[in-house]
Structure formats: C-alpha cells, structure tokens
C-alpha cells in the first residue's frame, strides 16, 4: 500500500466528515502545477473542526501552495476542496478569496498602517451593521487581550501585539479555518515562544480550525493535534506528533522531525541486534529473519565508559542543559547521544554503547517503516520451501 494510500484507508469511512459534522477543511485529489514545477500532487487531506494542524517539510514541499489553494490565492489544476461541507474550488466551480470562510494571518501581518487596531479588525466585517461591527470587533479584541490598545495604530505596536491584531482581524468574521503562514517567524526567539502559546490558546478558546505552515520542528510537534509532513508536493505523513516523532512512516521523516541515525539491523526470532548488540525484542516476529535499518535518535542512546570498548568519542556539543556526544562505532559509523548537563565524556573515551531501556526502534525495510515481518522473511516460510 502507498503511503497515500494508507492516509486514505486511516481516515475511513467518510475523509470529509466527523460524525456527521463537515470537516472544517477537506482536499480531494488537489494538485497544483506551475509550469513544469510541481506545487502539490493529488493531495488528500482532510481537517475536521477544532483542530490545530501543523504543515511541515524542506522548502519547496508545498506547504505555502495547500495554503493558497485553501484562501482561493491559486485555482487547482485538479480534484476538489472543501470548506464546511462546501465546495469552494473543484473542476467547474472557483469561490473567491473573500467569499470562502477562511481567516488568513500572514509572516508579515499585513496590517493596514493608516488603519487604528480596531480598523483593522473591522475591515473584514463590512457585510455586519455598524453596531454589530464594533460589538464584534470589541470580542475579538478581548479575545487576543488588546482592547485597551484599539486606538493605536500598527506602527505604535510591539511586534508580538501586531500578531494578535493579525490574528483578530483573521478571526472576527467567524472563519470556518484559520491558515496561518510562518506566523512567528519574524518574532524574535523569546517572543515567539509566548506569542505561539496565545495564538494557541485563542484559537482554542474561539473553537476555530487552524492550519499552520512552519519550518520548525518543535513547533510543529508541540503546537499541532496533527502534523502534515510534505516532501515534493504529496504527504509523507499525516499523523499525531507522538506518532510521527516516535513512529516515522518513512526514512525521510525519521530524519527531517528530529534527529535520528540508522544503522543496520536484523531481526531474528523477534530479537533486533545491530553493531552495538541487542536493541530489543521484536514480539510477533518469533518466525522472522530480515535484514533491516533500526532509527535511532540521540535520547535513546545511552554511554557508559568502557576500555574495552572499541566504540570512542569522537565530538562533543555543548547545548546547556544537554551535551550531544558524537560516537564512532568500530565500523566507523556514528551515533550519537544525549547526555544531562553533568555528563562530559571527553573526545577519545571509549564507551560502550546500548539503548536506552524501553525504547521501541523503528524499523526500515528500504526507505518505509514496517510494524510487521514483511512477505518471504519468515524462517518457517523458508525451511518449507523445496530445496532448489
Ligand atoms: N508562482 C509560482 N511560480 C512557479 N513556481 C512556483 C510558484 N509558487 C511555487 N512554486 C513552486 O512550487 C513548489 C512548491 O512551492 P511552495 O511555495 O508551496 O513551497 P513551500 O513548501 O511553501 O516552500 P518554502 O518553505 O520555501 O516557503 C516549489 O518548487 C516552488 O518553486
């Protein structure tokens, strides 16, 4: 089964719908070329109402083009997308920007400067009466917690406050999604983390879906309830960040969602051991033997000095409250590990090195995880087989 195919089949019965609710954000079969450069390549996905979605991956993968398709900045060359049950883009049918119930909030906020905060705000909401417009505009702003600061204008605010302005304006007419593009980025390190947990929050607190495109991997997996890993224009996976942190459908996530090394392996009667010995066991293996490559990430690697270990440090990161240990195995590949504050081996050290317990690799068989012992790897399968 193709990795698309599997997304498919893991969203029965109905992609677009949640019991009987519409998904708040639906692509069927969605592609998007420019030229000769492929945007997004018959892309499904489907968000049901209230979720935080996280679209991640190398630049270039599509993430930005699933954004403009959703907000009616690009018409599809093909298949359709919905919002709240409706069609807004399909073979016949494109509804404008204006007309689709998505927010949008933008890198660079996008504000207007000759407009005061609440302005702003109101800009989207001409369709309302004046008093609904600033009853509106007033929840909103308490929402984002800058009512005391309506009358200012975009200039005279810190960069973190035009966010939350962003962020209202984006919200006020009641989206049925939120697309929000690299919203913190240009936030400096200690201002983002704060900003990201509000804009968290407040989408929480209004009920509304959002779907944010970052380059970060940790706040991909912190703030999503799901991450969209791309690469190419399609998905390589769709999951919940535990999942695709600690069970990667793919070589490439395994690497692009953190740090992770890849070593030979084997599984024989449901024990996987590599270089460095036994990993674990295996259940539901008990038949196999298969040759396969186990991910290992730093925290799952543990150091322990050892003379008589042909395995030896071969660098030393300091991080602060981490140290990441390089090691050079005997076959001259590496490791690596992390290490509390405390613990510096120095370059030169021979360790021994194991996995941490409870830990539960990933296996690959080429360049896909596999959970099962994969056809014609059973010994049994084998000793039956007539002798050639
Ligand atoms: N207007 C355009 N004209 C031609 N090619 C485009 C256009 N917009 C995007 N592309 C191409 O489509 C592919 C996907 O681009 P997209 O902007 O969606 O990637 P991205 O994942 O958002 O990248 P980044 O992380 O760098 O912003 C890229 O190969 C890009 O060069």
Redesign the pocket.
């Known amino acids: 089964m193709t990795i698309r195919a599997s997304i498919r089949a893991h969203r029965a019965p109905r992609p677009d719908h949640d019991g009987g609710a519409p998904a708040a954000l639906v692509f069927e079969g969605v592609t998007?070329h420019?030229?000769s450069?492929?945007?997004?390549e018959s892309l499904d996905l489907a968000i049901p109402a209230g979720e935080l979605v996280t679209?991640i991956?190398?630049?270039?993968?599509?993430?930005?083009?699933?954004?403009?398709l959703a907000a009616g900045l690009?018409r599809p060359n093909a298949g359709t997308i919905r919002v709240a049950g409706d069609v807004v883009a399909d073979r016949r049918r494109f509804v404008y920007p204006e007309q689709r119930r998505v927010g949008l909030v933008f890198q660079d906020y996008a504000l207007f400067p000759h407009m005061t905060v609440a302005g702003n705000v109101e800009f989207g909401l001409d369709r309302l009466g004046r008093g609904e417009r600033r009853a509106r505009t007033g929840e909103v702003l308490d929402l984002v917690r800058l009512s005391h600061l309506a009358d200012r204008y975009p200039h005279e605010l810190s960069g973190g406050e035009q966010q939350r302005v962003a962020l209202a304006r984006a919200l006020a007419p009641r989206p049925a999604v939120v697309l929000l593009?690299?919203p913190f980025s240009s936030l400096d390190e200690s201002l983002r983390a704060q900003v990201r947990r509000d804009t968290v929050a407040t989408l929480k607190e209004a009920g509304t879906t959002g779907v944010l495109?970052t380059?970060d991997q940790t706040e991909a997996l912190s703030v999503g309830t799901r991450v969209v890993v791309?690469r190419g224009?399609v998905i390589e996976q769709a999951d919940t960040p535990e999942k695709v942190f600690e069970q990667p459908a793919t070589r490439f996530v395994a690497s692009f969602m953190g740090d992770a090394d890849f070593l030979p392996a084997k599984v024989h009667r449901a024990l996987l051991t590599c270089e460095i010995g036994v990993v674990s066991t295996v259940p539901g293996w008990a038949d196999a033997d298969v040759d396969v490559d186990v991910v290992l990430r730093p925290h799952e690697v543990a150091l322990l000095p050892d003379p008589a270990s042909s395995a030896r440090v071969s660098a030393v990161e300091y991080h602060g409250a981490f140290v990441l240990h390089y090691v050079t195995l005997a076959s001259g590949r590496t490791l690596r590990s992390w290490q509390p504050h405390s613990v510096r081996h120095p370059v030169g050290t021979p360790v021994a090195v194991t996995v941490a317990p409870g830990t539960t690799p990933t296996l690959l068989l080429g360049d896909k995880a596999i959970t099962s012992p994969p056809p014609g790897s059973s010994l049994k399968q084998r000793s039956s087989e007539p002798a050639a």
């Open positions: 998007k420019y030229g450069a492929v945007g997004v679209l991956g190398p630049s270039g993968c599509g993430k930005s083009t699933t954004l403009r690009e593009d690299e495109v380059h791309m224009g």
